[in-house]
């Protein structure tokens, strides 16, 4: 059950969103997660993919699916989570697209929302698969937190979060949007993160990835920053022919070279 349950009574659904170019999922009213098994030889690393779109839609295939089946061949059991977005009509994605173009306030407000739902979802999802880590063959202190854009704010949420039994042994916020959060010195026993984000940001996010790395570096905690000259926002598991196009390489270096066993 969704926490702090909101009396919604949209319904969830799954198109192709022409404007952004791949398929989404808006009106999320009940949060799930969806468990993608290792394909290679399971390395005991778990890690909860949470994909953006910006609190109104989730950008399910390049931030969600196609990176949990990139992470299964390397042995890593994803989680993709469709946590509480935004509520609206036929078309979300243009109804967001619409509300930036009339001015930031209308979208910020339906955002500022969203999040804290969103971010409970995130806790919830990080609850559920710890306490059924042998089942899903999650390795205690393996377990990770991985968002783009908004996801990557839930990611932040969840890493801030005031319950150690939630938080993650390692995060991955990717092009994430700090928005609506207070950045402060990481918890006490906080795990790695890794960072990535492409300095040609359409939505000017470049600064909350480094002003994430700042807090980790001064923490004294281990922290990777990728800063791409080309790649645009919502970069996700596309291929267009762009430095950033080789991110997940470098977060499965990390990954084996980090995560502790």
Not at 194 to 221: I, K, N, P
Request: charged share 25%; hydrophobic share 45%.
């Amino acid at each position: 059950p969704a926490p702090g349950r909101v009396e919604w009574t949209h319904v969830a659904r799954r198109y192709r969103s022409d404007l952004w170019d791949t398929e989404v999922v808006p009106n999320v009213v009940v949060p799930t997660i969806t468990p993608v098994r290792p394909t290679a030889a399971p390395t005991g690393v778990g890690a909860i993919v949470a994909p953006g779109g910006g609190f109104h839609a989730l950008s399910i295939d390049s931030e969600g699916f196609a990176v949990a089946d990139r992470l299964a061949a390397a042995g890593i059991a994803s989680f993709v989570l469709q946590y509480r977005t935004v509520p609206g009509g036929n078309d979300p994605v243009a109804d967001l697209v619409a509300k930036m173009a009339e001015g930031r306030s209308r979208s910020d407000d339906d955002m500022a929302a969203a999040a804290p739902l969103a971010g409970d979802d995130g806790a919830a999802a990080m609850r559920m698969v710890r306490e059924r880590a042998d089942e899903f063959g999650v390795e205690p202190g393996r377990l990770g937190f991985m968002g783009f854009s908004a996801g990557g704010n839930v990611a932040v949420r969840v890493a801030y979060a005031d319950d150690a039994d939630v938080r993650p042994d390692w995060v991955a916020p990717i092009y994430a949007s700090t928005r609506g959060l207070q950045l402060r010195e990481p918890p006490a026993g906080s795990g790695p993160m890794f960072l990535a984000v492409a300095t040609d940001d359409e939505l000017g996010l470049t600064d909350d990835s480094v002003a994430l790395y700042e807090q980790w570096r001064a923490a004294r905690l281990p922290v990777e920053l990728h800063a791409y000259a080309r790649g645009g926002h919502g970069f996700g598991m596309r291929t267009n022919d762009v430095p950033a196009d080789t991110w997940i390489d470098r977060f499965l270096d990390w990954c084996s070279a980090t995560i502790r066993r």
